[in-house]
């Protein structure tokens, strides 16, 4: 088994920053990348991020490139998201997922998810 937890979550204004970090524990050796994607109510979960903690390939959703980084460390299975210029269009919650497979296969179903953590940006 795996277990996420997620931080870093919070209220602030549009144009300022936030981190969020997942701490990874259980059997982490079976896992190959890590992302996060957020969801507000009434619409679908979507994909955000995703790295691949061995060869650090990313990948973004077009409305978060070039904002937000997310970075990761190989030796925890860590996962963090730099966001940067935050608009209120980004207040959802947000999950961070690992998978044992690639980030392809996590950007359609997660092995493993976190409990989530609110993030609202205010204008």
């Known amino acids: 088994q795996v277990q996420l937890v997620e931080s870093g979550g919070g209220s602030v204004q549009a144009g300022d920053s936030l ?8 059997r982490t050796w079976s896992l190959f990348a890590g992302g996060w994607f957020r969801e507000v109510p009434g619409k679908e979960r979507e994909f ?18 070039g ?5 990761g460390e190989n030796a925890k299975k860590s996962v963090y998201l730099q966001m940067t210029d935050l608009k209120p269009e980004d207040s959802a919650v947000y999950y961070c997922a690992v998978e044992a497979g690639n980030i392809a296969a ?5 092995d493993y ?10 204008s």
């Open 19 to 26: 981190r969020l970090s997942c701490s990874v524990s259980g």
């Open 48 to 65: 955000v991020a995703a790295i691949s903690w061995l060869g650090g390939t990313t990948e973004y959703a077009d409305s978060v490139e």
């Open 67 to 71: 904002r937000f980084t997310i970075s």
């Open 106 to 110: 996590l950007k359609i179903a997660p």
């Open 113 to 122: 998810w976190g409990q989530g953590t609110q993030v609202t940006v205010s």
